[in-house]
T-cell receptor
């Protein structure tokens, strides 16, 4: 089956810093989503981005489908950005998730 | 629309007991998915429904697991004879069609003691 690799696995930032999270796929995917998992476990939708670039406030994402990767950019990080970020690719009839990036933003 | 809703949020059960979880998807969504997430891992696909038809089951879904979606609305996931290895977060998601954006519920955290 498809493999989804997220990097880095852990990231510690000072408040105000910028960061880039990466997601690589071993095979082509039908769609791609980025999520932020809150402390209570719910997956919050950040981006639905099968290809191209989207921006939402301090967050933006780029997917290069032909090269099987996606990037999530977080600018001017805040402590509330802390948590686990997942990417997931649509493969067949399901989403296949990476292992996540744990982000800690220190004040 | 209030989004995808799951009940209960938490469940503690003794090994060997049966448990049932409920998921109410976003009302117009045809697709409903169940995923399982263990500590430190990303969610893993269990099964999905297109309306009331269960169209795919993961090999993770042992014979002790059964899911239904009567009338194509809410869904239930039952685990029979629970084992400690079943302890996990069970997540439900829904989408309008197959490749459309999926939205997740708050999850049901199961602890088997």
């Amino acid at each position: 089956g498809i493999q989804v690799e997220q990097s880095p696995p852990d990231l510690i930032l000072q408040e105000g810093a910028n960061s880039t999270l990466r997601c690589n796929f071993s095979d082509s995917v039908n769609n791609l989503q980025w999520f932020h998992q809150n402390p209570w476990g719910q997956l919050i939708n950040l981006f639905y981005i099968p290809s191209g670039t989207k921006q939402n406030g301090r967050l933006s994402a780029t997917t290069v489908a032909t090269e099987r990767y996606s990037l999530l950019y977080i600018s001017s990080s805040q402590t509330t950005d802390s948590g686990v970020y997942f990417c997931a690719g649509g493969y067949g009839n399901k989403l296949v998730f990476g292992a996540g990036t744990i982000l800690r933003v220190k004040s | 629309d209030t989004g995808v809703s799951q009940d209960p949020r938490h469940k503690i059960t003794k090994r060997g007991q049966n448990v049932t979880f409920r998921c109410d998807p976003i009302s117009e969504h045809n697709r409903l998915y169940w995923y399982r997430q263990t500590l430190g891992q990303g969610p893993e696909f269990l099964t999905y429904f297109q309306n009331e038809a269960q169209l795919e089951k993961s090999r993770l879904l042992s014979d002790r697991f059964s899911a239904e979606r009567p009338k194509g609305s809410f869904s239930t996931l039952e685990i029979q004879r629970t084992e400690q290895g079943d302890s996990a977060m069970y997540l439900c998601a829904s989408s309008l069609v197959g490749d459309a954006e999926a939205f997740f519920g708050q999850g049901t955290r199961l602890t088997v003691v």
